[in-house]
């Protein structure tokens, strides 16, 4: 079965702290940190992951754009996200497909449920990235040559007279 994650992009954001505090700052960047993070999950999980941003805070026509194999969907000037989620969860459902949404309006949540998509809740959504995050770090840490000591057996004495040399004694 093929997994889809559709995250209504502003809602995910208000709902992860640092995200929250950046987008008052510099909203293009919050917006690309979520895109990273969900090019991360994508790649952990497998699944196909589309952020919708509503187009109240970007007005113009309708853009798709890919990052990262990420699918990105600014919706048009008048269209929300949750309009923009519903529209695509009805082209998208069939019986080999799993359609997951991340929000936290939950009226939006009961309307994907109601559609046949499962729920996810941005704070679960933000934990589970950060769970991620931990596993890339560990796995990081644990393919990473241990550089204790030197990888040539020296014997002791040879040990002292180097380190003289190169303290300059």
Do not use: C
């Not at 994508?42 to 194999?69: M, N």
């Not at 069939?94 to 994907?112: F, G, L, P, Y």
């Not at 770090?137 to 002292?160: F, M, V, Y």
């Amino acid at each position: 079965m093929k997994d889809i994650l559709i995250v209504d992009g502003y809602n995910v954001i208000g709902a992860w702290k640092e995200l929250k505090a950046l987008k008052k700052k510099e909203l293009e960047n919050a917006r690309d940190m979520l895109i990273d993070k969900m090019a991360e999950y994508q790649a952990v999980t497998g699944w196909r992951v589309i952020i919708i941003f509503d187009a109240y805070l970007i007005p113009g026509k309708e853009i798709r754009t890919h990052k990262s194999r990420v699918e990105v969907i600014y919706t048009k000037k008048s269209e929300k996200a949750d309009q923009k989620i519903e529209g695509l969860i009805k082209k998208m459902k069939n019986v080999k497909t799993r359609i997951h949404v991340a929000t936290s309006d939950m009226a939006e949540q009961w309307a994907v449920f109601s559609q046949g998509a499962l729920r996810m809740p941005s704070r679960e959504l933000v934990e589970e990235i950060r769970t991620i995050d931990s596993q890339i770090k560990q796995a990081i840490i644990d393919t990473r040559p241990q550089t204790k000591g030197s990888k040539i057996p020296l014997d002791r004495t040879i040990r002292e007279k180097l380190e003289k040399m190169r303290r300059g004694f």
